[in-house]
């Protein structure tokens, strides 16, 4: 059993950033590839963005590509999402899974979810 936390979220300006982390505890943490998804009032949950369990591949929606990284740090048990140039369309519940190794793209991919965090990005 895996238990994912999520922090970072908050009230940010169009144009902001922040940084999200995911912090793991319970079975082997560096053995499953980390996902971000996201859901928005009214929208289905979409995907955000993926990293394998060797940390060696990323994987970003293309409305995230180039502003958001991900990344992750096995001996903290934590995976991170740095969010630079923000828009309201960010605007969402941001949630990390755990899981792999395949369909890392997909909710169907990932076993284990956290509670998620806001994050609001005003105009």
């Known amino acids: 059993q895996v238990q994912l936390v999520e922090s970072g979220g908050g009230l940010v300006q169009t144009g902001g950033s922040l940084r999200l982390s995911c912090a793991a505890s319970?079975?082997?943490?560096?053995?499953?590839?980390m996902g971000w998804f996201r859901q928005a009032p009214g929208k289905k949950r979409e995907f955000v963005s993926a990293?394998?369990?060797?940390?060696?591949?990323?994987f970003y929606a293309d409305s995230v590509k180039g502003r958001f990284t991900i990344s992750r740090d096995k001996a903290k048990n934590t995976a991170y999402l740095q969010m630079n140039s923000l828009k309201p369309e960010d605007t969402a519940v941001y949630s990390c899974?755990?899981?792999?190794?395949?369909?890392?793209?997909?909710?169907?991919?990932?076993?284990?979810w956290g509670q998620g965090t806001q994050v609001t990005v005003s105009s």
């Open positions: 319970g079975r082997t943490f560096s053995s499953y590839a």
């Open positions: 990293i394998t369990w060797s940390g060696g591949s990323t």
């Open positions: 899974a755990g899981g792999g190794p395949v369909a890392l793209t997909s909710t169907m991919g990932y076993e284990y």
